[in-house]
């Protein structure tokens, strides 16, 4: 039971990045799927949530219109579309579920102790 994350680098400001998060040994679509980033020094902030069955989606704040996640059930993969992308220096951004217990309502999906399952990140960092 895993979850493995592909995608991030190093891209320009403005551009796009797709970050996957692909999981094993269980169905995914099944389960809330977070994503988390945290830069060096900070704490990890959650960026967006997608729901289980219909599949609702939920962002952060400071996300603006620029990302969206979204689900394959085929492939069993969660993604996270990030577009105009703005300058920031790196940041790891992870992808969490739990498989033990709900996490409740979208408002405590920020909280990364509400999930126990987690990828092994991926940086992201937007810089020309």
């Known amino acids: 039971v895993q979850l493995v994350q592909s995608g991030g680098g190093l891209v320009q400001p403005g551009g796009s990045l797709r970050l996957s998060c692909a999981a094993s040994?269980?169905?995914?679509?099944?389960?809330?799927l977070v994503w988390f980033r945290q830069a060096p020094g900070k704490e990890r902030e959650g960026v967006s949530g997608?729901?289980?069955?219909?599949?609702?989606?939920y962002y952060g704040d400071f996300v603006k219109g620029r990302l969206t996640v979204s689900r394959d059930n085929a492939k069993n993969t969660v993604y996270l579309q990030m577009n105009r992308l703005k300058p920031e220096g790196p940041a790891v951004y992870y992808c969490?579920?739990?498989?033990?217990?709900?996490?409740?309502?979208?408002?405590?999906?920020?909280?990364?102790?509400?999930?126990?399952?987690w990828g092994q990140g991926t940086q992201v960092t937007v810089s020309s």
């Open positions: 040994g269980f169905i995914l679509r099944d389960y809330v």
């Open positions: 969490a579920t739990d498989l033990e217990s709900f996490p409740g309502p979208p408002s405590s999906w920020w909280h990364e102790g509400m999930f126990g399952s």
């Open positions: 997608i729901s289980s069955g219909y599949h609702s989606t």
